[in-house]
């Protein structure tokens, strides 16, 4: 695609704002929209948003799409009135970075197919920092020849794109990686709770752990961030807990079985329930305390 390309960005929330910004300094004509408008922190996107998210995509030739939730999309693409979806253009190539249900998925690519546009379920991997510096990973699901056309509007948010499969592949890719991740760390958190109460030093343990194969350096980054008592939402933990949700349901779906994922998803709501879901993550590390 050319930086002549129209690029409608839809949703400027913690990532999005970022995303969005990065392409604008890559020389794309970017149109926005965002239920909130454009952030204080943002001021590269004034004046370049869109009364609705319909507004935004008439004449673009790319819509992206960063939300929270299945719903959040389903508002953005799917309002008969102000959804994107009624100004998509044929020919036009739709992107769905938002982690979603992969029925979600599924039957957005349908609707976007059947309006003569392309689809591709691309969601990231990594937090604002990596958005900061484009430095995501995409694992995208969709036809070969979309990918190829989105290549270079990627490289620009991003350090690397796996082509997973065909749509919605990227949205179960992403699930996978989130509940392999979110397991992880409430591992960390209840285990260095239980090295605190027999009195170990957490430092010195963690300095051990980092030395074996048996601590990520994901994990132990996050066991720090724990002993440090820094918990700015990098990933919410409210967010966390709606991944688990969605890997739980996306398993049911396909007769698969998630007893670990399940245990591990009653620990955020959990966390939740008690005020964290705000905060990192790694908040669940409070529960031990």
Do not use: C
């Amino acid at each position: 695609m050319s930086a002549a390309e129209r690029i409608a960005f839809l949703g400027l929330g913690a990532m999005g704002r970022r995303m969005a910004g990065r392409l604008v300094d890559a020389g794309h004509d970017v149109v926005v929209w965002s239920r909130s408008g454009v952030p204080d922190d943002a001021p590269r996107l004034r004046g370049r948003e869109a009364p609705s998210p319909r507004a935004a995509a008439e004449g673009a030739g790319v819509v992206v799409s960063m939300v929270a939730d299945d719903e959040a999309s389903k508002a953005v693409w799917d309002d008969p009135r102000a959804g994107a979806l009624a100004a998509l253009g044929a020919g036009a190539l739709a992107i769905e970075s938002s982690t979603l249900t992969p029925a979600r998925v599924a039957e957005l690519g349908g609707r976007v197919r059947s309006a003569g546009a392309q689809f591709l379920d691309a969601p990231v991997v990594g937090s604002r920092p990596q958005a900061d510096a484009g430095a995501l990973v995409y694992l995208v699901g969709g036809e070969p020849d979309a990918v190829d056309r989105a290549r270079p509007l990627l490289a620009a948010l991003g350090r690397a794109v796996h082509h997973v499969g065909p749509t919605p592949a990227g949205s179960l890719a992403k699930l996978v990686a989130n509940a392999l991740f979110g397991v992880q760390i409430a591992a960390v958190a209840e285990l260095l709770g239980f090295a605190a109460r027999a009195r170990l030093d957490a430092a010195g343990l963690l300095e051990a752990l980092g030395d074996l194969p048996v601590l990520s350096p994901a994990a132990k980054l996050a066991a720090g961030g724990m002993l440090a008592g820094r918990f700015e939402p990098m990933f919410p933990a409210a967010l966390a807990e709606k991944d688990f949700r969605y890997a739980l349901a996306a398993a049911e779906a396909v007769g698969g079985r998630l007893p670990v994922t399940g245990r591990v998803r009653e620990i955020f709501e959990h966390a939740v329930a008690r005020g964290l879901g705000g905060e990192n993550l790694t908040a669940v590390a409070k529960l031990y305390e």
